[in-house]
């Protein structure tokens, strides 16, 4: 008795030692990322919030001015409120054509094709394309005088707008490019997990019910997916605000500031002006913004997000 005794502590002791040893082995394995994290991410960041209240030129040290930076940009800076409604503008535009692009493509990507894995490749290609390459490419396409596309235009009598160059055609071709990289590319691949992670029996059983393909993909394949759905929203709208390299080199901001975006307007105080003190509220700004529509999306989510156990036959 006094042997099982002991010999059943050794092997609570033994265990205890070995959940010690694994939780040691994984912090370990934790820690190469968690520097890197404190390093070049948390201290940056706790550094533009410090500097965001100061007058700092890289040059000279810097001189705490309080929250002077904040009240310029909202009440002296006249670039800051129209480079947010232009990122307004194209956030707009992208994020449900994006999404809802991604989503057919899924849907179409997830049927019974001939040379599926081809078609697979060949949708995600243009997103392995890098931005600076595609914002060249697609300038030459957009090129209103000698482009392909306003070419092949004019042959089906169609005149092209001026697209790139034009104020009103900036956005919209911008979006454009943001189409081609972002609709066969991760946005694509996670709705494409989700839709093979859907049970065939509730197809099956819908079917039986009489529901024909419509019905289907509204009340089994839509509900299920919600949770993707979101995901994929909050992830594509803090992108979209983020839009940064395809203005850059396509347009550099214009015609006359058209695609002058709200990253563009950071870029080029920081590393312009060099007003860095200025560029960090800006960055801030940027930062509470996309926290509150996150936020929203959040609190608006149990509306109509909807998990397995959720979902009704």
């Given at each position: 008795?006094?042997?099982?005794?002991?010999?059943?502590?050794?092997?609570i002791i033994s265990a205890s030692v070995m959940?010690?040893?694994?939780?040691?082995?994984?912090?370990?394995?934790?820690?190469?990322?968690?520097?890197?994290?404190?390093?070049?991410?948390?201290?940056?960041?706790?550094?533009?919030?410090?500097?965001?209240?100061?007058?700092?030129?890289?040059?000279?040290?810097?001189?705490?001015?309080?929250?002077?930076?904040?009240?310029?940009?909202?009440?002296?800076?006249?670039?800051?409120?129209?480079?947010?409604?232009?990122?307004?503008?194209?956030?707009?535009?992208?994020?449900?054509?994006?999404?809802?692009?991604?989503?057919?493509?899924?849907?179409?990507?997830?049927?019974?094709?001939?040379?599926?894995?081809?078609?697979?490749?060949?949708?995600?290609?243009?997103?392995?394309?890098?931005?600076?390459?595609?914002?060249?490419?697609?300038?030459?396409?957009?090129?209103?005088?000698?482009?392909?596309?306003?070419?092949?235009?004019?042959?089906?009598?169609?005149?092209?707008?001026?697209?790139?160059?034009?104020?009103?055609?900036?956005?919209?071709?911008?979006?454009?490019?943001?189409?081609?990289?972002?609709?066969?590319?991760?946005?694509?691949?996670?709705?494409?997990?989700?839709?093979?992670?859907?049970?065939?029996?509730?197809?099956?059983?819908?079917?039986?019910?009489?529901?024909?393909?419509?019905?289907?993909?509204?009340?089994?394949?839509?509900?299920?997916?919600?949770?993707?759905?979101?995901?994929?929203?909050?992830?594509?709208?803090?992108?979209?605000?983020?839009?940064?390299?395809?203005?850059?080199?396509?347009?550099?901001?214009?015609?006359?500031?058209?695609?002058?975006?709200?990253?563009?307007?950071?870029?080029?105080?920081?590393?312009?002006?060099?007003?860095?003190?200025?560029?960090?509220?800006?960055?801030?700004?940027?930062?509470?913004?996309?926290?509150?529509?996150?936020?929203?999306?959040?609190?608006?989510?149990?509306?109509?997000?909807?998990?397995?156990?959720?979902?009704?036959?």
């Open positions: 008795m006094i042997r099982d005794h002991a010999q059943t502590s050794d092997r959940r010690k040893r694994e939780a040691m082995a994984g912090y370990i394995y934790l820690l190469p990322w968690l520097l890197g994290f404190i390093c070049f991410q948390a201290i940056p960041m706790i550094a533009s919030l410090g500097l965001s209240f100061t007058d700092f030129d890289l040059v000279t040290k810097p001189s705490f001015l309080g929250i002077q930076n904040y009240k310029t940009a909202f009440m002296d800076d006249r670039l800051f409120w129209s480079s947010l409604k232009r990122t307004g503008h194209f956030v707009l535009l992208a994020v449900p054509l994006g999404i809802t692009g991604s989503l057919l493509a899924a849907l179409l990507l997830n049927q019974r094709l001939f040379g599926k894995t081809l078609f697979r490749t060949f949708f995600f290609l243009p997103h392995l394309t890098p931005i600076v390459a595609a914002a060249i490419l697609w300038k030459w396409i957009f090129q209103p005088s000698y482009g392909p596309l306003n070419y092949l235009l004019a042959k089906i009598g169609i005149e092209g707008p001026g697209w790139l160059g034009v104020p009103s055609w900036a956005i919209p071709s911008l979006v454009i490019i943001s189409l081609w990289r972002g609709i066969g590319g991760n946005r694509m691949m996670i709705f494409l997990a989700g839709l093979q992670g859907i049970p065939k029996e509730l197809y099956e059983a819908a079917e039986i019910d009489g529901a024909n393909a419509l019905h289907r993909f509204f009340n089994v394949t839509l509900p299920i997916l919600s949770p993707t759905l979101f995901l994929n929203l909050v992830l594509t709208v803090i992108g979209s605000f983020k839009v940064f390299s395809s203005a850059f080199i396509a347009t550099s901001g214009g015609p006359i500031y058209a695609t002058w975006f709200f990253s563009l307007h950071l870029y080029h105080n920081a590393f312009e002006l060099f007003e860095l003190g200025y560029a960090s509220a800006l960055a801030w700004v940027l930062l509470t913004i996309l926290l509150a529509f996150t936020y929203i999306q959040f609190k608006s989510s149990h509306r109509w997000v909807h998990y397995a156990s959720e979902v009704r036959s």
